[in-house]
């Protein structure tokens, strides 16, 4: 069965539903298809100590701040969840959970839509699936004659699980540091990465990082020195449970390895570490495989786009996946003004 409507939003997570907002605000007709079976998006797939890097306040989806969470500056992933799933009641979203988008074509004026329940019919497709389903590691010598446990960020669950074992942690970035804080005194880490560790300021947080975005970004528009924006200031958000475990001396950092073996890890040097298991908090990729059949991806998998809109198809936005389609619009707090230009655009194509 084919369906038809004005737009196509695809992923409910928190870009989908700031989309979906800014539609339902203009009156443009929608559906959201989203692959998760209930609402959260990818926060309900976090380990369990992850906490945003912003208060509340400064982590809300345009149009309904997110209430503060009892006992806490920093609001946990399950205060995340309840908040996502209040807000797409809150704004009766045209939202169907469980459905998995197959691919994206051309069909005349059209763009077809296939699901794993049918296709739909659109003038115009919002993709907003975000990252997390794709999990990056890097090639590395030896990976798969280690005969340990290997896991990705998205595999990770709890510090419990490893504990008294020999655990390399590998990535320089806010999860290599979120997740090697929480096994730190728990397990026998070692934490590696490619440079030693650049931590911002212990009084930057989310909101700072969203201004430094923004900044960057108008610069960037009016022809001014590119400031550097967030990369400028660090590579890691010294959040309360990293403070605490760098202050305290158990955050120390080894140069990246050069392959693995099978018992463990050895460096350029011929010296080795045994390892039970290795975590790779080593980034993602955009999650874009549903628009293969368009052609349009290029350097790095990423589609070119203006703003939002991808240059070779008007009729498609992407929002959420990083700068590339605005500044911090991966974040909660950073999403919703790429959200509202995007559907403006829409609204000037329907018209």
């Known amino acids: 069965m084919t369906r038809r409507t004005d737009v196509v939003v695809i992923g409910g997570g928190q870009s989908g539903l700031a989309a979906g907002y800014h539609l339902r605000r203009l009156g443009i007709e929608h559906v959201i298809l989203d692959a998760q079976a209930t609402p959260g998006g990818a926060w309900q797939h976090t ?62 004026p059209f763009l077809r839509v296939e699901t794993d329940s049918g296709s739909w019919r659109a003038r115009a497709v919002v993709s907003a699936t975000g990252t997390w389903t794709r999990p990056f590691i890097p090639a590395v010598a030896g990976r798969r004659a280690y005969e340990g446990r290997q896991l990705h960020t998205v595999q990770y669950g709890r510090p419990e699980e490893f504990a008294g074992r020999q655990v390399i942690v590998v ?28 931590y911002l300021a212990d009084d930057i947080d989310g909101r700072a990082l969203f201004d430094h975005a923004t900044a960057r970004r108008r610069a ?47 460096w350029a040097d011929g010296t080795r570490a045994e390892a039970d298991a290795v975590i790779w908090c080593t980034g993602f990729r955009p999650a874009l495989a549903h628009f293969a059949a368009l052609r349009l991806r290029g350097a790095r998998g990423h589609i070119a786009t203006e703003g ?25 707090i950073g999403v919703g003004r790429p959200a509202r230009d995007c559907a403006r655009e829409i609204a000037s194509l329907l018209s």
């Open 308 to 332: 939002t809109r991808a240059l070779d198809e008007p009729r498609l936005h992407l929002l959420g996946y990083g700068d590339w389609t605005g500044p911090a619009s991966a974040t909660l």
């Open 220 to 266: 960037l528009d009016e022809g001014r020195t590119d400031t550097g924006g967030v990369a400028s200031l660090g590579d890691i958000v010294a959040v309360p449970p990293v403070r605490a475990a760098r202050d305290a001396g158990l955050l120390h950092t080894k140069p990246m390895f050069t392959r693995l073996t099978p018992t463990g890890v050895e």
């Open 171 to 198: 990535g320089g970035g806010n999860s290599g540091a979120q997740i090697a804080a929480d096994l730190a005194g728990t397990a026998e880490l070692t934490w590696v990465t490619r440079r030693p560790p650049r």
């Open 47 to 108: 380990w369990d100590s992850l906490r945003l890097f912003s208060p509340a306040a400064y982590a809300s989806l345009p149009g309904r701040l997110m209430p503060v969470q009892a006992g806490e500056v920093y609001p946990d992933a399950a205060h995340v969840v309840a908040y996502l799933a209040d807000y797409e009641k809150r704004y009766e979203l045209p939202i169907q959970h469980g459905v998995w988008v197959e691919s994206v074509r051309r069909d005349g």
